[in-house]
């Protein structure tokens, strides 16, 4: 690997584990696929880095301790990179409060004023252009 070119790390006498860095080029990939994905209820179909067309279901739940993943590597240690990609993919959307679609967050904003939504919902895009809110 060309070090030279890659960020030094904030702690560099703590590199990121192996699972953490394959999960954040995971999501470099597929961040696009992995949010089209979302199935509900904090679930996720995350691509297998390894094989073709493979894909996992991994869940992000609303604390760590609760994610979950099926692959192999999950069950035998607790953590795996699809956790990794899905919890970025998860820290980075939001719901539409419009049309229930899970958004990137830079795509959604928050109602100022509106008479069909709250002060603070968040509408993306198109739910915002097909409503009054300001
Ligand atoms: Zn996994
Ligand atoms: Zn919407």
Known sequence: MDTTTIAQPAHPSTPEPGYVLRGLGLYE???????????????????????????????????????????????????CS???????????????????????RRDLSEVQESLTYFEGDLLCRSCRRDSDAL
């Open 82 to 104: 699809h956790v990794v990609a899905a919890g970025r993919v998860a820290g980075r959307s939001a719901v539409c409060d419009g049309c229930g679609a899970r958004t990137w």
């Open 29 to 79: 990939l597929h961040a696009n696929a992995i949010l089209d994905s979302y199935q509900g209820g904090g679930k996720y179909l995350v691509p297998s880095g390894t094989q073709a067309n493979g894909l996992y279901e991994t869940r992000i739940g609303t604390r760590p301790e609760r994610n979950r993943c099926e692959c192999r590597g999950f069950a035998s240690h607790k953590h």
